[in-house]
């Protein structure tokens, strides 16, 4: 019988493509690590507006550590951290895709089916991907009526590779729960929950239309949100979003919540990396419908 494929160095890889990162000397894991190096006077001399902001930047490979002027240079000497851009992320997202689809040709398909909630038919297994089904050959090669993001397309081999199969617990948490969620809820909350935010500010019909178009359902009175919104981008990985409108002196908000089991069914990695696909193509939605998201 198949076995499924040792995962450790699936996680590190994903974790780099996640971050963006390449690090030598003393290592810097997370927006957080960085944190720890400046100043936190948000002084905006790096040119941008937060020293978080900053911190995640430098993880995503846009700015380097010494455009932050209070890092004292000796301090600098001892780290290096070198950013890739958008064409080497795109590159090496696509490495990492090539490795799992040479890795799912040691899963066992039959196995895997009844673990992840998939079908299996004619060799192919089938899973529903927020609501569209979408299918998986012996060689890795993905089937789909719909345009599969790299983004999506990374977490659902991760997922038929990594998730133990646990059933649904029906509690919500949130990212910063899972372990390592933490460290990095700031480049999540910036990256996925942030940009949701806008795109719903901008976007009145976004929820009503993520539900027609990914068969989610709505989840009324949700930590009192106005619109909650729950969608299955994967069988055993939903997700909980809740918006709380503008008021009276309030700003929006927007938060993103995952079943307690999330983490036992895909690594943090690849769920960081399904939220940030979501939220992506949330904003490409919004655009074809002629929104501006600010």
Not at 67 to 87: M, N
Not at 141 to 165: F, Q
Request: net charge neutral; glycine share 6%.
């Amino acid at each position: 019988m198949k076995k499924n494929c040792d995962t450790g160095e699936n996680r590190k890889y994903l974790n780099d493509i996640a971050f963006s990162k390449e690090i030598s000397v003393k290592e810097l894991k997370s927006p957080v690590d960085v944190l720890k190096i400046v100043d936190k006077s948000n002084c905006r001399k790096c040119g941008e507006p937060t020293c978080l902001a900053f911190a995640a930047a430098v993880i995503n490979g846009r700015r380097q550590l010494d455009e932050c002027p209070a890092i004292p240079a000796d301090e600098l000497a001892s780290y290096s951290v070198k950013g890739r851009r958008g064409a080497d992320m795109e590159r090496d997202q696509k490495q990492f895709l090539e490795l799992l689809k040479n890795r799912i040709q040691s899963v066992d398909f039959e196995e895997a089916a009844k673990r992840i909630g998939a079908s299996l038919a004619n060799g192919k297994l089938t899973v529903p991907v927020c609501g569209k089904p979408v299918s998986v050959d012996q060689n890795g090669n993905l089937y789909s009526e719909i345009h599969l993001h790299m983004w999506l397309a990374v977490p659902l081999l991760s997922y038929i590779l990594d998730s133990r199969g646990v059933p649904l617990s029906g509690q919500w948490v949130s990212f910063r729960e899972f372990s390592k969620g933490m460290e990095w809820y700031g480049l999540f909350h910036k990256v996925c929950e942030e940009s949701m935010r806008k795109v719903a500010d901008s976007y009145p019909e976004l929820f009503d239309d993520m539900m027609d178009l990914f068969g989610g359902r709505r989840a009324p009175d949700f930590q009192q949100s106005d619109v909650a919104v729950v969608l299955y981008p994967l069988p055993l990985v939903p997700v909980l979003i809740c918006y709380w409108k503008p008021g009276d002196d309030m700003d929006s908000s927007l938060n993103v919540f995952f079943d307690s089991t999330g983490e036992k069914n895909l690594p943090v990695e690849s769920i960081y990396a399904l939220a940030a696909g979501l939220a992506r193509i949330f904003e490409k939605i919004a655009l074809r419908h002629g929104f501006v998201v600010r």
